[in-house]
């Protein structure tokens, strides 16, 4: 746990008035992804939390825990564009079941989302070298910046792994039902 508190959650924001966003710039951060407890990490591109719009990337890998939140005091919406990678979003009720999930991959009919303040949502990278540019209202408080309901393990929590392996046995039962049920309206014999 000391390793995790010692590694950065977010890379500074380039100092320059105009920040080129290059190739060399996010494969850093992927990069530094890799090597991150966490799996992911954050490179700013706003100046100061201050800030009334937050823009940043954020760079993922497979396993990374990313608490189911909402952004609703402040009501803060927020954008996500799949730049790289890949990344399943998942919307929830307010009592934490699953009410969408949606694939979202680059150069796909859906590569990102907007989402509502008062959504319960989560995403969760696919492949290694995720990366995701993310625009969310400012400014940024710690305390009140997501909302996380009472059925959502804590980030760093043993509970935490439990819950995102359930997460992704669910949504693979659910997938390979449906799966079986496009197969059986076709008049496919069922998989062995």
């Known amino acids: 746990m000391s390793e995790e508190k010692n590694y950065p959650t977010a890379l500074e924001a380039p100092r320059s008035d105009v920040t080129h966003l290059t190739l060399t710039l996010v494969g850093e951060l992927l990069a530094r992804s890799r090597q991150s407890p966490r799996k992911r990490l954050l490179q700013k591109l706003h100046k100061s939390v201050e800030a009334p719009a937050h823009r940043m990337f954020n760079a ?30 998942i919307r929830f009720t307010d009592d934490g079941e699953i009410a969408e999930q949606t694939l979202l991959q680059p150069g796909t009919e859906i590569f990102g989302v907007d989402v509502a303040p008062h959504i319960y949502h989560t995403y969760i ?25 009472s059925w959502a393990p804590r980030e760093g929590t043993p509970e935490a792994e439990a819950y995102l392996l359930e997460l992704l046995r669910n949504l693979a039962a659910k997938a390979s039902a449906e799966a079986e049920a496009v197969r059986a309206e076709r008049g496919e014999e069922p998989d062995q």
């Open 125 to 149: 990278p696919l492949k290694p070298d995720t990366l995701v540019f993310e625009c969310k209202t400012g400014p940024y408080a710690e305390e009140s910046d997501k909302d996380v309901p």
């Open 60 to 89: 993922m890998q497979p396993g990374t825990y990313v608490m189911p939140h909402r952004h609703l005091d402040p009501p803060k919406d927020e954008t996500l564009l799949v730049m790289a990678g890949s990344m399943l979003f």
